[in-house]
């Protein structure tokens, strides 16, 4: 499975598998960014990773070559269903697709506790879901998410309340 982007996204298009404007889906096809995004993590391989998101399976293709095994959550039926077929020699061996919504989905619940979470993450869900993901999972100890402009320049604004409270 060596999918070259202008393949899988041709292959995409003719299963009339294009983005969903309404899931704030956007896919990523630059294999440089695919591998700066993984290489921005700690070493993955031997390790369980919670990919939100994967999409086509590209940022997932680039996490299982690096050695990692990878718990992906995909709310779009369509895309598990194309994942499915394109990753079954490595279902149940070190990749574990599930269809539901990140927001609603309880990595606590998992029989393999992921270190760390991967994603590039639509706008409309980023600061929910990181926050959420930071206050109720500890075993998630590594963060490596690719967001909107916007959502990082948020998050850079925050401020610890005893850093804001010395400020006044």
């Known amino acids: 499975m060596n999918w070259k982007p202008a393949e899988l996204y041709r292959e995409l298009k003719k299963r009339g598998l294009l983005p969903d404007k309404r899931l704030g889906q956007h896919f990523l096809f630059d294999r440089n960014i695919l591998k700066k995004i993984v290489a921005s993590a700690s070493p993955v391989g031997g390790r369980w990773v919670l990919e939100i998101g994967p999409g086509p399976g590209t940022l997932t293709i680039q996490l299982l070559q690096a050695g990692a095994s990878v718990v992906a959550v995909e709310k779009d039926a369509r ?77 850079a604004a925050i401020r610890p309340m005893k850093a804001t409270a010395r400020l006044r």
Do not use: H
Not at 104 to 122: C, H, R, S
Not at 126 to 149: G, N
């Open 79 to 155: 895309m598990v269903d194309f994942l499915e077929e394109i990753f079954q020699p490595y279902l149940s061996k070190n990749l574990i697709l599930i269809n539901e919504d990140a927001l609603q989905f309880d990595p606590g619940k998992l029989d393999y506790k992921p270190e760390v979470l991967i994603a590039n993450l639509p706008y409309n869900i980023a600061a929910t879901l990181i926050v959420d993901y930071l206050m109720k999972y500890r075993f998630l100890t590594e963060y490596v998410v690719m967001v909107q402009r916007e959502v990082a320049q948020r998050f």
